[in-house]
């Protein structure tokens, strides 16, 4: 079975069968890829492809599609700044004070720039938000943990100097 890539032109999608790739809803202009294909192609010119857009309007002519770009933030004004990611924090809370919560605000402080870039600005605020919350609960959640061990070894040292 044929399996199918395309490309948003910073991320490759895939494998996909014919019947998942049409769910994808893909553009004509989508450069996509398999095996026997050789390279990246625009989906209309690729034949078996085709009956993806039997119902979808041609484009507009003189209407140039935007091309998608590393710098192409889509729907993100360019003059708003991506939202803290908190990686160095986590990373630092991870190993420190609290590895699995640590761990978690690690894999949302990494979503925060991926989806910023790909022009999803909610996503990114949401990820951050929840890279701050794991951080914060590891880093407390360790100092608990610290106060608890001297609690008990002040504990343990002053029954240590009763009973001697």
């Given at each position: 079975?044929?399996?199918?890539?395309?490309?948003?032109?910073?991320?490759?999608?895939?494998?996909?069968?014919?019947e998942e790739l049409k769910e994808k809803h893909i553009s004509r202009d989508t450069m996509v890829w398999f095996q026997e294909l050789g390279e990246w192609k625009r989906a209309e010119t690729v034949s078996e492809?085709?009956?993806?857009?039997?119902?979808?309007?041609?484009?507009?002519?003189?209407?140039?599609?935007?091309?998608?770009?590393?710098?192409?933030?889509?729907?993100?004004?360019?003059?708003?700044?991506p939202p803290k990611t908190w990686l160095v924090e986590s990373i630092l809370a991870t190993l420190l004070c609290c590895l699995p919560f640590g761990i978690v605000g690690i894999v949302?402080?990494?979503?925060?720039?991926?989806?910023?870039?790909?022009g999803d600005l909610v996503g990114a605020v949401k990820a951050s938000s929840s890279a701050e919350t794991w951080t914060l609960v590891s880093f407390f959640f360790g100092l608990f943990?610290?106060?608890?061990?001297?609690g008990?070894?002040?504990?343990?040292?002053?029954?240590?100097?009763?009973?001697?």
């Open positions: 079975m044929k399996k199918y890539f395309y490309t948003d032109g910073t991320t490759n999608f895939g494998p996909f069968s014919l492809l085709n009956e993806l857009f039997l119902l979808a309007p041609p484009p507009l002519p003189g209407v140039k599609a935007p091309e998608v770009t590393k710098t192409n933030k889509s729907s993100v004004p360019s003059d708003v700044k949302y402080a990494s979503k925060v720039e991926t989806r910023f870039y790909a943990g610290f106060l608890v061990f001297i008990m070894a002040i504990f343990g040292t002053s029954l240590a100097f009763l009973f001697n």
